[in-house]
């Protein structure tokens, strides 16, 4: 969400920073719509503060018996009053309408984002590990999991295309592949263990910016709640319609849940597999600070997200996200990509981004700088710390045998009740 005021103060900046997206100008119209509720607001104001001026008028009339000057007066209050409704409502529906514009517009981006069209104009940062020689010819996850468990069949038969079932060894592996990234967040970087409700409101589907634009990505439940696509929603709502101390500040949260995504416009993409699924679990971590410090924050977070992979020993790069790749509510986005050797590339596996105060506004998130009187909003981030489902798909393919079996990797040996090997079924 955006604040008008700054829009009407430099609407050339705003705009510019659209066109970064790809955008059209928008501020002409927002402007506009501003001054008309302004307008509204103002003529209320003066109707309202003329009414009180007659109502004393009358009464001073009335006192020295002038009884055709109150009547006069009173008519003129009465055609005051009858004019009221209209004009509150004038400001109630340019407010509302305002509002709605301005939910629609994303973040803007950060100076130092990379301008682009799409993912082809992302910015490698860095790397870490070198693919390994496995050998053999690299099988995908897909050709290799059905023998160690992953049974695409029973999960298509339970609840149709894009759900899996997992079974015995691989559903351990799994498990243990969230276990140990969430314990390893809350003991090594200082996240605080969330448990957080999988259905939400309205108001916290708005608040992170999957409302209202996004609605189609989500799926609704028939008493209106929302099945979270990420337990960013959840976490980043926390702090909705509270001011907080400073002192309070950073909060940082991590969470793992199931998540649900309708993967509306998805036809054709990665049909197959695990890659892109309506259920998939995700360790999620969100971070609550102050606009000075959400920068340093990005970074920690993003170094959380790195550190689970380098545990892994699986190889990754960091992406800098272009203009016309980033999400809706992000000003700058850090993606992680794993690299798969089964399909031979580097593919998505985390998504780090700064939404500087733009949710914050959304749900009214704010702190109170010490030594001063005026709450500031907070900025707020989030992450993927990581992708459950997919780190499975990473380990598959990266720590494969040529006898279709998977070493599991040593950090998540202890995670696995001493599980070292999934071996295929004979």
Known sequence: MHDIRLIRDDPAAFDAALARRGLASQSAELVSLDERRRASVAAAQDAQTRR????????????????????????????????????????????????????????????????????????????????????????????IGPALGMDFDTGVLLAGARFTLLRGQMARLNRAIGQFMLSRLVDEHGFEEIAPPLLVRDEVAFGTGQLPKFAEDLFKTTDGRWLISTAEMSLTNMVRERIMTESELPLRFAALTPCFRSEAGAAGRDTRGLIRQHQFDKVEMVAITTPDASEAEHERMTRAAEGVLEALELPYRRMLLCTGDMGFSAAKTFDLEVWLPGQGRYREISSCSNCTDFQARRMNARYRPEGEKAPKFVHTLNGSGLAVGRTLVAVIENYQQADGSVVVPPALRPFTGGLDVLEPAR
Not at 68 to 95: C, D, F, I, N, Y
Not at 103 to 122: K, Y
Not at 133 to 142: C, K, S, V
């Open 52 to 143: 009180n001026d007659l109502s004393k008028q009358i009464g001073q009339a009335k006192a020295t018996k002038d009884e055709g000057r109150a009547q006069a007066l009173m008519a003129e209050v009465a055609a005051l009053k009858a004019s009221l409704p209209e004009l509150e409502e004038e400001e109630r529906a340019t407010a509302t309408m305002l509002d709605e514009r301005l939910a629609a517009v994303p973040n803007l981006p950060a100076i130092d984002v990379p301008d682009g069209a799409d993912e082809d104009h992302n910015l490698l940062v860095s790397t870490w590990g070198e693919p390994r020689d496995l050998g053999f010819a690299a099988r995908e996850h897909d050709a």
